[in-house]
């Protein structure tokens, strides 16, 4: 019993000083991307949409993919909520097959992969931003990854001990990060492969 409970204090003690620094250590947005082939904007909140899209409307990439949208959105409303240009009507895709953070990376993966393009700039939230490029790394290793985390609304990640939410929110996240480690490198084999097709017309479905 005392080897149990031994046990036992001491995963509880590396289970909270992993979430400590995990919560310490949240990337922060850069100044610059650089100069990527294009940008990924994954789904869960407007202010993924308006940063994604404002960084692609200045003129970086060469095109924009909003993965894990609904099958019943159209690209027209995402422009007006996200207050698309010119660049947006010519060259956003729309992916709908995304369902999870794994979705993502694999939608991802075969849009970079039919498009030749070697580096992306990835836009999510903050504290999204470890397990996605878990993901995106694990099926995308030859190409470039520039994270672009936004501040999620509502959300107070700087000081997360004050808010209850917050703590909650990366409580959640830190569990499936973990999760996402174990799978994508634990157990490399069960990521899925990538389709080796041509560029799929499905982004391009939303009128």
Not at 73 to 78: A, G, L, N, P, V
């Amino acid at each position: 019993m005392r080897i149990f409970l031994t046990t036992i204090g001491v995963v509880l003690a590396l289970y909270l000083a992993g979430f400590v620094l995990f919560a310490a250590n949240l990337p922060e947005t850069p100044a610059s991307v650089g100069k990527p082939d294009a940008i990924v904007a994954l789904t869960g909140g407007g202010a993924r949409l308006d940063a994604a899209v404002a960084l692609f409307e200045r003129g970086i990439g060469k095109r924009l993919l909003i993965s894990g949208v609904s099958p019943t959105t159209t690209k027209k409303e995402i422009k007006a909520l996200a207050h698309g240009g010119a660049r947006f009507d010519c060259c956003a895709d729309l992916g709908f097959e995304a369902a999870d953070t794994a979705g993502n990376a694999d939608e991802t993966a075969n849009w970079a992969r039919a498009h030749h393009y070697h580096s992306l700039v990835i836009v999510t939230a903050t504290y999204h931003m470890p397990r996605s490029l878990s993901e995106f790394r694990a099926r995308m290793p030859g190409v470039a990854l520039k994270p672009y985390p936004v501040e999620p609304e509502g959300i107070d990640l700087k000081e997360w001990w004050r808010d209850p939410r917050a703590l909650r929110v990366l409580q959640g996240e830190y569990v499936k990060y973990l999760a996402s480690m174990t799978i994508t490198h634990v157990m490399p084999s069960s990521t899925p492969p990538l389709d080796h097709g041509q560029p799929s017309s499905k982004p391009h479905r939303a009128s």
